[in-house]
């Protein structure tokens, strides 16, 4: 059974991403686009508009074609903005990377992505330059600033000229390359098209009601398909404004969305939690906040309500990935239309399915099964893996989710577990299988297996089962792991059993060892 959105379809221009997030930006030209948090210094839109052009102009002397890639791995600035949709103007394509990744993590994408360029900031320089030394290639370093070694900020938009005029097929071009495990796997680059981008904020126009001057926090990371859609395209296309912060912390946070009186807010369930909890929150007048919007993860109905209680604002959900460019679910902004727990209803122009898990028939309303999602908004595939991307998409076009939840009656989805194998740690993913391969060259491992264990604060944690060759300790594996990646893909819990439960194909049967986690904590 096909479950179809509530709303009417909606038609999608056939325009570029930059065309469309800044298609009426003459109307507030002298309205702050971009507000660094910790320092109050500000970009208007015309300002914005200049740098953007810039970055064309400087990537353009660079020899950047339609196709080339550029990495962007620095924590959220308003110049993030300028770089993004700078090479997004020209027919370029943005892989974003975390960062706190590791030299080697960078390294990786740099070389998957056959990036040109990475952009960054003076803390993660010295890193950059590693990074760059070991992808094996020609690609410059510019950092926001300056840095021995690097090309300054400064020095890079010091062009003159205007950025030649692109003839970008929306549908074809990819304009956005983050990079997702998926449903299984290492870290793989998500092809997302011009089309792919737009069509999802198009499908978005009604989840809230931003206006020219609201602002928002852009807490969450830019390099995240999360903040890089629903926070930065989306604000900048209403003309409101997004408030940056390079790094959550609590007091901070708290602080800008009552200085700037925020009114609405998008989250993940980590920081719902303090928000719901931590006695700071009674320091500050948040009065101005109206509604919160969480994803990334799912959250529990009782949090929820006690979050929205606190806060007297409406808390609500949304569902989605970065195959999806992400949304595909989100809750109305009506308290009477939220219901507790559930990740929403289908956003316009999308369709799902929910199929059994073993026989992979479409169940009814109110049964379990994986999630199928149909829609203008799913992506083109995976860079360089046409496997992995078959495996993804059918040959009738559903993106197989790997989330196993049900719809009720009136069309509310409900996300209940997750077949994907990669850990969602405070709403980032980490690979379990990028995790084992770093234990299995631990001298004492002779097998491991890695898998999600809950977490109230985090949400979810890696833990290993461990199959000791020789006698180690816990720490010293923790500690083995932390060295080799970046902080939140730690390993945070280790058991030592006899053996590693796998199937006669000798793939590990993670399920099994979820069951036992979940059976020794009741």
Known sequence: MIIRSRYPDVK??????????????????????????????????????????????????????????????????????????????IGAVNTTANPMYTAKEVANQLQDSSAKIIVTVPALAERALEAVQLAGAEIEVVVFGEFTGCTSWASF?????????????????????????????????????????????????????????????????????????????????????????????????LRLTQDHKVRTAYLVPPIALALAKHPSVDNYDLSALEMINSGAAPMGPELERTCAERINCLVKQGYGMTEASPVTHFTPSDAALIRHGSCGLLIPSTECRIVDIESRRDVERGERGELLIRGPQIMKGYLNRPDATAEAIDADGWLHTGDVGYADTDGYFFIVDRLKEFIKYKGYQVAPAELEAILLTHPSVADCAVIPSADEEAGEIPKAYVVARYECSVQELIDFVAAAVAPYKKVRAVEFVERIPKSAAGKILRRELIARERATRQ
């Open 157 to 253: 938009i010091a062009v003159d000229g205007t950025p030649p005029a692109m003839e970008i097929s929306a549908a074809r071009d990819v304009v956005a390359l983050p990079y997702s495990s998926g449903t299984t796997g290492l870290p793989k680059g998500v092809m997302l098209t011009h089309r792919n981008l737009v069509a999802n904020l198009v499908q978005c126009e009604f989840i809230d009601d931003a206006k020219p001057g609201d602002r928002t926090i852009g807490v969450l990371p830019f390099f995240h398909i999360y903040g890089m859609v629903v926070i930065l395209c989306m604000v900048l296309r209403r003309g409101a404004c997004v408030v940056t912060m390079p790094q959550f912390d609590l007091e901070t946070y």
């Open 12 to 89: 999608i221009p056939d325009v570029s991403l930059s065309g469309y997030i800044f298609e009426n930006v003459d109307q507030w030209l002298d309205l702050p686009a971009l507000i660094d948090g910790p320092t109050g210094r500000a970009l208007s839109y015309r300002a914005l508009r200049t740098l953007i052009e810039k970055v064309g102009v400087a990537l353009t002397a660079r020899g950047f074609r339609k196709g080339d890639a550029q990495c962007i791995w620095s924590p959220n600035l308003p110049e993030y903005a300028a770089v993004f949709f700078g090479a997004a103007s």
